[in-house]
T-cell receptor, first 116, second 116 residues
Framework: QKEVEQNSGPLSVPEGAIASLNCTYS??????FFWYRQYSGKSPELIMSIYSNGDKEDGRFTAQLNKASQYVSLLIRDSQPSDSATYLC????????????????FGKGTHLIIQP | DGGITQSPKYLFRKEGQNVTLSCEQN?????MYWYRQDPGQGLRLIYYSQIVNDFQKGDIAEGYSVSREKKESFPLTVTSAQKNPTAFYLC???????????????FGEGSRLTVL
């Protein structure tokens, strides 16, 4: 059984600080890793994807992957109140799906609160 | 604008009734999915389809049925056999080509079903 673990939170961070969200996964063969943001009552939207060890930066967001430790994280710099949401980590055994998401496993999400 | 449309957004059902949730996409994506989300839980895959007239069971298919008669449409029926149908239902789509990156899903706005 593939597992993706996240601290459910809430994680409270002051505005302007760095928010750090963590995720661990059980299947060492996992190849692709994603962070989805979900506002309360809304649907998830993809914000970051990462496929190789190291850091990947996109604006204020940085995804970090360590396959040896089976650990993926999301850093949000200069946190804004609009970043308050639940962040879902998703892991897939595949790099290229051929389109299928049957290999995609979601964590339960971390609820992030940015305090003004 | 391209996107995924789910309807209805809110639905109330009496026990013993079947209900059908609509999902339509104009992204020209081949693959479509239905997920269920319960409070404080991650997304669980109900059914997915990679091509017209073909679909596969996900992790929690019992009590649900789908059809894929058109590329654009993937309706989900919640049958009376589903023991705990109250949940937030999310339809998603993705590209399905050899170069498609696994896990890049686009979600509809969701349908919230409540069984009275």
């Amino acid at each position: 059984q593939k597992e993706v673990e996240q601290n459910s939170g809430p994680l409270s961070v002051p505005e302007g600080a760095i928010a750090s969200l963590n995720c661990t996964y059980s299947d060492r063969g996992s190849q692709s890793f994603f962070w989805y943001r979900q506002y309360s009552g809304k649907s998830p939207e993809l914000i970051m994807s990462i496929y190789s060890n190291g850091d990947k930066e996109d604006g204020r967001f940085t995804a970090q992957l360590n396959k040896a430790s089976q650990y993926v994280s999301l850093l949000i710099r200069d946190s804004q109140p609009s970043d308050s949401a639940t962040y879902l980590c998703a892991v897939n055994l595949l790099m290229y799906s051929g389109g299928g998401a049957d290999g995609l496993t979601f964590g339960k999400g971390t609820h992030l609160i940015i305090q003004p | 604008d391209g996107g995924i449309t789910q309807s209805p957004k809110y639905l109330f059902r009496k026990e013993g009734q079947n209900v059908t949730l609509s999902c339509e996409q104009n992204l020209n994506h081949d693959a479509m999915y239905w997920y269920r989300q319960d409070p404080g839980q991650g997304l669980r895959l109900i059914y997915y389809s990679q091509i017209v007239n073909d679909f596969q069971k996900g992790d929690i298919a019992e009590g649900y049925s789908v059809s894929r008669e058109k590329k654009e449409s993937f309706p989900l029926t919640v049958t009376s056999a589903q023991k705990n149908p109250t949940a937030f239902y999310l339809c998603a789509s993705s590209k399905w080509t050899g170069g498609s990156l696994a896990g890049e899903l686009f979600f509809g706005e969701g349908s919230r079903l409540t069984v009275l």
